[in-house]
């Protein structure tokens, strides 16, 4: 007889581990992109710093617009004072040769007050182009050479043409840096026009100041209008490059800081604009 205990045992059923269930506010705020209050504040100051800086710098991109829109437009009256200077210089020098030529007795006056006023024209500016760096001391001391000899008596033969040979090497000297310093075939064809008359009419005025007479200082005074109108046609023609030039640093300049300014404006608008995205989540 065989007995048995009851097998009132169930069968094992198989059951899941429990999951821990830990309630995590900081990772939760991190989802929900909810930020703490020391944190919000310091956004909330950055953006209030970045709304100043935006705003500083609109202020400084209209006021220096506005700058070098006024230095362009002082530019053009400046270019007005600088042709009726050169005009009222033209005239005093094409006045006295023509003066001369016609034996006026006042032409000898007209062509002192001439050469005084060119002198002095000269001598101020270049002083102060070497002030600004825009005339080399080597340009400035040849200008002073050439006033220089325009205001020394030649008495003889001799003298008048050592005095002429002079002139004629400072004049080529001018002719040659002219001609070098031309931007473009036309320029320096004019460039290269203007030292050939200037040079002829040296070559005339020696010869003439040379002989020394009635008919010879009509000659010369003639030779002295052919370098007077070529002078005065490169003259304006500088004072419209330097205007040119000018006005065209001031539009480089201006695109260049529109350019400069617009990039870092659309940055600080950007960076404002996610600081304002963060701060929406703030408690």
């Known amino acids: 007889m065989t007995g048995f205990l009851p097998n009132d045992r169930r069968a094992p059923q198989h059951c899941p581990a429990p999951r821990k269930t830990v309630l995590s506010p900081g990772d939760a705020m991190r989802r929900n992109r909810v930020l703490p209050p020391a944190q919000c504040r310091d956004n909330r100051a950055k953006l209030a710093n970045l709304r100043n800086l935006i705003a500083a710098a609109e202020r400084e991109y209209r006021q220096t617009t506005l700058e070098l829109d006024r230095l362009n437009e002082e530019g053009r009256v400046w270019l007005v004072v600088d042709l009726i200077h050169k005009t009222a210089l033209a005239t005093l020098d094409l006045g006295a040769a023509i003066m001369q030529v016609s034996g006026m007795k006042a032409g000898d006056g007209v062509r002192m007050l001439a050469d005084g006023t060119q002198t002095f024209s000269d001598v101020y500016g270049g002083a102060a182009g070497v002030a600004d760096g825009s005339v080399s001391g080597k340009e400035f001391a040849r200008t002073l050479a050439q006033r220089a000899l325009t205001h020394t008596p030649a008495k003889g033969a001799g003298a008048a043409y050592a005095k002429g040979t002079a002139d004629l090497a400072l004049g080529g000297w001018s002719g040659i840096d002219n001609i070098t ?16 008359i200037e040079a002829a009419a040296g070559l005339i005025q020696r010869t003439a100041d040379t002989v020394d007479t009635p008919a010879s200082k ?8 052919a370098k007077a109108m070529a002078s005065y046609n490169r003259e304006l023609e500088g004072a419209f490059n330097r205007r040119l030039e ?3 640093n001031l539009m480089a300049t201006k695109a260049t800081f529109q350019a400069t300014m617009q990039r870092t404006m659309a940055r600080y608008r950007r960076d404002a604009a996610e600081l304002e995205q963060l701060l929406e989540g703030c408690m």
Do not use: F, P
Not at 181 to 196: F, H, I, L, M, V
Not at 218 to 225: K, S
């Open 246 to 248: 000018t006005s065209g």
């Open 218 to 225: 009509r000659v010369g005074a003639a030779a002295q209008i």
């Open 181 to 196: 310093g031309a931007q473009g075939g036309s320029a320096r064809n004019a460039r290269t026009a203007e030292a050939g």
